[in-house]
């Protein structure tokens, strides 16, 4: 069994049936998986999934206050700004981009913190980014932790469901799963005290961290507005860290071949380009997919790239000292042989064998 085979923890209705074809459970299972799976009296080990619900969950109050006593159309633009461009973008150029794929590289440890710390933290980078590389391994096969397939609530739950390490790791398997996590810079635990927590992150080092970005952020927006600025920003956090646990059902076509013809050129999964996304946060997906180590992602002329922008930026300034930019080998790969095809199409000449995509 390979590494990415192993290194997630795995459900207890399994991820393929008997056929080999994925087990797709009901609401009933999903939900009882997930209330087992957030157990902390149970099983400590389960304490990285609690913790990343139990952040989203103190902050329920701020929305209701957000809403019936502090709401204004000011502070509603600013709550749609923060939630759906500040945290969207932050989060594919963050943990996507940077932590998953190391699709460009910082100056010095001071710009990764920076850039770590630009918005409220609500993800923990374990969680997204190990079970991220068995997303891309297995797209839409048994073994994706959010396989579309499954259904709305397999993707939505799992962050608790799918995607934590597998708490029975070798030591070896273990040094494998720090290596991913590295470059990020969050400080692992040793083998034993993985033995322990069941996690690469300490629960003291999280927490720990996790204050202390939520006080900055909650004494900047306070100072720039009072606690209705700051109420609204933390609540439209909370709101993006709900939103977001949907992105990949929606991304790969809730389950359905959505691919349209001249906007998704990788074929070797269900993928799709999202305007929404692809808009205020950068997650043109299907791109992604085909060329998944890009720090751009918006190859194409409409496609507006916000994270791209910041990395770029980052790059003339010095903060960042290199990146990876697909662009020109889409164009010549895909986006021009399409074109060249559609005008002999017009002209009346026959069309050559379709072009078959592959990720680099």
């Known amino acids: 069994m390979a590494y990415l085979d192993r290194v997630l923890d795995p459900p207890v209705y399994g991820w393929a049936d008997d056929e080999g074809t994925l087990s797709k459970p009901t609401a009933k299972q999903l939900f009882k998986e997930f209330f ?33 006593k502090f709401f204004s159309i000011p502070l509603l633009i600013v709550f749609f700004v923060y939630s759906m461009i500040a945290m969207g973008t932050h989060g594919t150029i963050w943990h996507h981009r940077y932590c998953t794929h190391q699709a460009y590289t910082f100056k010095n440890k001071f710009w990764r913190f920076i850039t770590q710390n630009l918005t409220i933290s609500m993800i923990p980078e374990e969680i997204y980014v190990v079970s991220h590389h068995v ?9 994706d932790p959010y396989n579309a397939s499954g259904g709305f609530l397999y993707c939505f739950l799992a962050d608790v469901n799918h995607q934590p390490i597998s708490k029975t790791l070798s030591e070896k398997d273990y040094s494998r799963t720090v290596k991913l996590m590295q470059h990020t810079g969050v400080t692992p635990n040793t083998y034993s005290q993985y033995q322990s927590w069941g996690s690469v992150t300490h ?54 071949d959505k691919r349209r013809e001249g906007t ?11 305007m929404w996304p ?36 980052g790059r003339k300034m010095g903060i ?9 080998d889409f164009k010549l790969r895909f986006a021009q042989p399409y074109q060249e095809e559609k005008l002999k199409e017009k002209a009346g000449i026959p069309a050559q064998a379709p072009l078959s995509s592959s990720s680099n």
């Open 135 to 143: 997303h891309h391994a297995k797209s839409d096969q048994p073994g």
């Open 36 to 68: 087992k799976r957030l157990n902390v009296i149970k099983c400590r080990k389960n304490w990285l999934p609690f913790f990343s619900w139990f952040r989203v969950l103190i902050l329920v109050p701020l929305v209701f206050l957000f809403i019936f």
């Open 320 to 328: 960042i000292t290199s990146y990876h930019d697909s662009k020109r």
């Open 264 to 274: 998704d050129f990788n074929t070797n999964d269900m993928s799709i380009n999202q």
């Open 203 to 256: 629960p003291g080092t999280a927490i720990l961290f996790c204050l202390l970005n939520w006080s900055f952020w909650y004494a900047v927006f306070f100072l720039i507005g009072g606690h209705p600025m700051a109420c609204t920003v933390f609540a439209a956090a909370a709101f993006w860290a709900v939103g977001v646990r949907t992105f990949n059902y929606e991304g790969h076509g809730k389950g359905e």
């Open 278 to 313: 692809g808009i205020v946060a950068g997650e043109w997906h299907n791109n992604h997919h085909l060329y998944p180590k890009s720090a751009r992602t918006g190859f194409l002329t409409h496609q507006i790239d916000l994270a791209w922008y910041y990395i770029w930026s």
